[in-house]
């Protein structure tokens, strides 16, 4: 516990405080933004965190070019100078993939030497014509052994074209992210490691998903922060990525703004594990924490429940069960990424929060852990 003195102190030397002296680094408080979500980019509070990730640039399956969408270029081209409006040393990256997009070109794209370097060159271009301060990977999903190791091999390049990029313009190195699963393997194949840990600045590690009503009939938590009986949660996925070479310095923990619901089998069974029937509503029963808090306040005998076992918010009304993340698993997460001396977290995505009441709740977790590091 914080002694009164403590807190005294927290309190007084706030203004004064440099948080990246105590905490020797500063602490990463990242989100996505998804444009096709339709969330205005000048919408965002960027004053909650420090890094935002806009989604996504593509990768031209032709030129094995990163390129931005003529519907995308307007939007992606002001981004930057938008959000830096409420909070001028907020940095930008620029995401390219994402979930949707084509696997293959990706794997042909790091097969090659010339097809890595029109990747890597057109990145480095377009991020600093656009005004981003990194670039961020997200190929979902590698999905043979050799794409693992061209993977590794078009990290090594990337980072000495960033390197050599830096030095040329004089301008700070661009940063270098990827979004990759929860866990250091991903169909039993190992992320190359000691590629991603030497060339990378961090990683978001995907912790969400595990779960969906269109293909698992019963309910559960899609991101749950343990479980014991199995390898599907984020310490797992955090765990495996530290065992497998990954300094915790890298590493992102990933928090969904987003739940998924279930229909219910029988409304007097509710609990975790439930049987289901499927989904409700479209898109597989995704739903925004948005929705979800509608959801709640417009069906007066919602019943909300924290489980604190396996970190995890549920709500049940009727037929309808929705697992996600609320105010109380936000906080249990943040701290778990403080006290397992990772980077920090980020949130899929900014659009889905409901009046920044997740955002809120992860930065304030995060100042508050950064300076109860600094007094201690
Ligand atoms: C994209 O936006 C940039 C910056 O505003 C502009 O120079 C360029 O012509 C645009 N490209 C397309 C294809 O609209
Ligand atoms: C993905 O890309 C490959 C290679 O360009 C192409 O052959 C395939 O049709 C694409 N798949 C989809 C679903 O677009
Ligand atoms: C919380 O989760 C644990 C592990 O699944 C379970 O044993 C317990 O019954 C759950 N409690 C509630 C209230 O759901």
Redesign the pocket.
Known sequence: MASPMKIFLIFSLLPLLQLQFCSGQNAVNGVYWFRDSGFAASNIDSSLFTHIFCAFADLDPQTRQVTISAANNASFSQFTATVQLKNPSVKTLLSIGGGSSNTTVFSQMAAQSSTRKSFIDSSIRLARSYGFSGLDLDWEYPQTSSDMTNLGTLLTEWRAAVTAEAQSSGRPALLLTAAFYYAASVNGLNYPVSSINRNLDWVNAMAYDFYGPSWYRFTNSHSMLY???SQVSGSYGIDSWIQAGLGAKKLALGIPFYGYAWRLANANNH???APSTGPVGSDGGAIGYNQIRSFISQNSGTVV?Y????VTN?CYSGTTWIGYDDTQSVAAKVSYAKQKGLLGYFAWHVGVDSNWALSKQGNSQILMQLLLSCVN
């Open positions: 479980d014991s009986t609990g975790l594990l429940v489980n604190s076992t396996i549920y």
